[in-house]
């Protein structure tokens, strides 16, 4: 066992709830306290020095932290495009000269560029590139990160795809939950209808994403000039089916997509940006999570999610960063999250169970994003006495050591 301690603050993110509004005053604080590792997981919580004279009998490692230290959970960044290849500078100077998403799709740009480039790259170039963000992730206290394919758009090349990111998560400490994305936007070299090509996904890859086992997760762009909410339906249904858990983006620039996710009990719709008043009320009387894409709105320079009014309609709001190449090119949850915060007016509970446990619950998983017995020994630990130190300095502070599985993945000090 392993003794890590002591931290002035722990902040287990326990005995929150899962969808609604959150004070700072609901956040359970253990001052002076420790937590005792067995393996991969958390045993205990508690007060350090209470934890040492109980584990002084026994062969405990002890990992004394000099000076303030506060931890935090590892953060959980719910939404991902870090499989890619190439870069989308260009879209970049298109978009700030004043060409809208939807013309710089048209004229080459956009998606279908990310989707030349990476069918053109090897899956170890791939691997390579998944690694890299993941590693830069990790040092900012992510310890799962959550990566979609959708830069395919066939089945050869999105398992190609879907096989570099199993490669990558073997490489790294970090977990990677990968996320099947086919219906990303419609192929333009797909010969057939886009009901066609749906129908060709669900028919010969979803099968192979069970038996190859290479995710249980499937998700697709609903949107114009994507696939719009009537054309995806059988899509869903299949994958319903087949037990997938789905996750839709949802309402970016117009509604529909959020209905989807409602109708086929999504785990989340992600972005939001364009939800109005009626689908914040409807995804707040459901149980799907509300992911906001902060990177995305700043990289389109475009509304953040309406997460203050999802949340005070009793919704529940996880925050991810949408790492891509072409709206979200900065992949840094922690500084996008504390953006979100002061934009949406987010307290600082809602801003880190956003990153922690509800981005745990878009995920559907219930081993993380907490800080209790049982749970993975998943740790940010950060240089400072008071937790309200992270978010306010808005992401430039970063953390000191992060754990994963119960070992040191990240030491700041040795970097
Ligand atoms: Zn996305």
Redesign the pocket.
């Known amino acids: 066992m392993k003794l890590i301690g002591p931290f002035k603050q722990i902040i287990p993110m326990t005995g929150l709830p899962t969808k609604g509004a959150i004070t700072d005053n609901q956040l359970e604080i253990v001052a002076d306290g420790g937590i005792l590792v067995e393996g991969d997981r958390i045993k205990t919580i508690g007060k350090f020095d209470d934890l040492v004279k109980v584990t002084s009998l026994n062969d405990t490692e002890i990992h004394e932290l000099k000076g303030d230290h506060t931890c935090l959970p590892g953060f959980i960044d719910a939404?991902t495009?870090i499989c890619f290849s190439g870069s989308r500078a260009n879209d970049y100077a298109m978009r700030n000269s004043g060409k809208t998403y939807m013309e710089i799709s048209k004229a080459g740009g956009g998606i279908w560029d990310t989707v030349t480039q990476t069918r053109k790259a090897s899956k170890e170039t791939l691997t390579k590139g998944i690694v890299k963000r993941a590693k830069r992730h990790l040092a900012n206290g992510v310890t799962t990160i959550e990566v979609?394919s959708g830069y395919g758009l066939s089945v050869t090349e999105e398992l190609k795809m879907l096989y570099a990111i199993k490669d990558a998560d073997e490489l790294l400490p970090v977990d990677l939950v990968p996320t099947c994305l086919a219906a990303h936007m419609v192929p333009r070299d797909f010969e057939g209808s886009p009901a066609e090509y749906l129908e060709q996904i669900t028919s010969e890859l979803f099968p192979l994403l069970k038996t190859e086992k290479l995710t249980n997760r499937i998700d697709a762009f609903i949107e114009e000039g994507a696939f719009y909410p009537l054309l995806i339906e059988p899509y869903f249904k299949k994958a319903k089916e087949l037990g997938f858990d789905i996750t839709v983006?949802a309402d970016q620039f117009s509604t529909g997509g959020s209905e989807v996710a409602i109708k086929y009990n999504a785990i989340s719709a992600?972005h939001l940006e364009a939800s109005t008043d009626i689908e914040i009320q409807h995804l707040a009387k459901s149980n799907v999570i509300a992911t906001a894409?902060p990177g995305a709105s700043i990289g389109l320079g475009c509304n953040f999610t309406p997460a203050r009014k999802i949340l005070d309609a009793g919704g529940a709001v996880a925050i991810a960063s949408?790492h891509?190449p072409g709206s979200a090119p900065m992949g840094d949850l922690l500084t996008q999250a504390a953006i979100l915060g002061t934009f949406q007016k987010l307290s600082n509970a809602e801003v880190l169970a956003g990153i922690t446990t509800r981005a745990a619950a878009a995920l559907n998983l219930t081993d993380r994003g907490r800080l209790s017995s049982g749970c993975l020994a998943d740790l940010s630990i950060f240089h400072t006495a008071d937790y309200k130190e992270i978010l306010y300095n808005q992401g430039n502070f970063k953390p000191c050591m992060v754990w994963k599985k119960g070992a040191l993945a990240y030491n700041k000090h040795k970097h």
């Open positions: 939404h495009h979609k983006h992600d894409l949408d891509n």
